[in-house]
């Protein structure tokens, strides 16, 4: 038998093979499947669960309204729960796979998709900014670099001072953990200086960085209503929020808009300029062709190769 030290050492090793928010999510999918199978007239175990519990779980959430993704999110962490526990998983019994196939052929897997954030409707949001306020110097640099790095929303605000070094070339982004690095070997992002100074990536940072007088700690960080710059780090939902007030104020629709558009929109933008899916890649960190096409596809639909065009109408 393990002594306590140890046996809690290889429980923090094993939550270590997943990100932190990956098991938020698990816990909160397991506590509600838990809670599921409590209020049921014949109370029934969660763990180890039969198939049958399992198949009737995930026609009650399909029938209730929730979407596939978050089913099978929930189906993972099922998974995930029974392997801890050292039991046997049912999701992958014949039954349960054939109700999660009837529910990815009744309700679709297409995800809903916001709005890319392009360069022209980029360009038209930092045109709102202006040069002394805090908030605004600092949500320029945000969006600027964000979508230059083409950087999710958690590695945007998990840079710190130190992963940003400006150069004669541009801007040399540390991006020391994503959610495609779990091994955290870290990647470099090269940030080029644009072509109009109101939305150059690297002047924006250098902007901010000088008016916050940051030396070390988080590059990206909270500012009260009084205009103090705080010491602490952004959240990634942060991101999201800073996007749709500053969207909303150059006169769109915020709820067509989410953090993520940053990275469609730059993705969106490069292929339209006919960016190669190799280089595309390589800035997004895409580690499939397949990944990025959800990306691309869009900013490649009127391309001079759409037949559309070719055929003489």
């Known amino acids: 038998m393990l002594a306590p030290v140890r046996a809690e050492r290889v429980g923090d090793y094993a939550r270590a093979s997943r990100a932190a928010s990956t098991w938020r999510a698990y816990d909160a999918d397991l506590r509600h499947f838990h809670a599921w199978c409590a209020q049921q007239p014949v109370a029934l175990v969660a763990v180890p669960a039969q198939p049958s519990t399992v198949a009737a779980y995930l026609v009650a959430l399909a029938d209730g309204g929730y979407k596939p993704s978050t089913i099978r999110r929930r189906l993972a962490a099922i998974s995930v729960g029974h392997q801890l526990a050292g039991a ?29 954030l392009d360069t022209d409707l980029l360009a038209r949001v930092v045109a709102t900014f202006g040069d002394d306020d805090p908030a605004d110097v600092r ?8 979508f230059a790095g083409c950087l999710r929303r958690a590695e945007l605000v ?24 779990q091994d955290g070997a870290g990647a470099l992002v090269g940030i080029t200086y644009g072509s109009h100074r109101a939305t150059c ?37 942060s991101v999201a929020r800073i996007v749709q007030r500053r969207v909303a104020a150059a006169g769109l629709d915020a709820t067509d808009f989410a953090g993520h558009s940053l ?35 869009p900013g490649r639909l009127f391309d001079r190769d759409n037949p559309s065009g070719r055929v003489g109408l």
Do not use: C
């Not at 990815?104 to 998709?113: A, E, N, V």
């Not at 500012?223 to 103090?228: K, V």
């Open 88 to 116: 046997p998983s049912p999701t992958g019994a014949p039954q349960v796979s054939a109700v999660w196939d009837g529910i990815r052929r009744t309700h679709g897997m297409r995800p809903t998709r916001k709005t890319a």
């Open 139 to 146: 949500d320029r640099a945000l969006l600027l670099v964000g």
């Open 158 to 181: 998990g840079l710190d001072v130190t992963d940003l070094d400006e150069t004669p070339d541009g801007l040399i982004v540390d991006v020391r953990r994503s959610k495609t690095d």
């Open 201 to 237: 990536p690297v002047r924006a940072w250098a902007a901010w960085a000088r008016l916050a007088a940051l030396t070390d700690g988080p590059a990206f960080r909270g500012i009260n209503r009084h205009g103090h710059i705080g010491a602490t780090r952004l959240h990634p939902g």
């Open 263 to 297: 990275r469609s929109g730059f993705a969106t933008a490069a292929a339209r300029a006919g960016v190669n899916d190799r280089s595309i890649m390589r800035q997004g960190r895409w580690r499939s062709a397949a990944s990025l096409d959800a990306y691309v596809r």
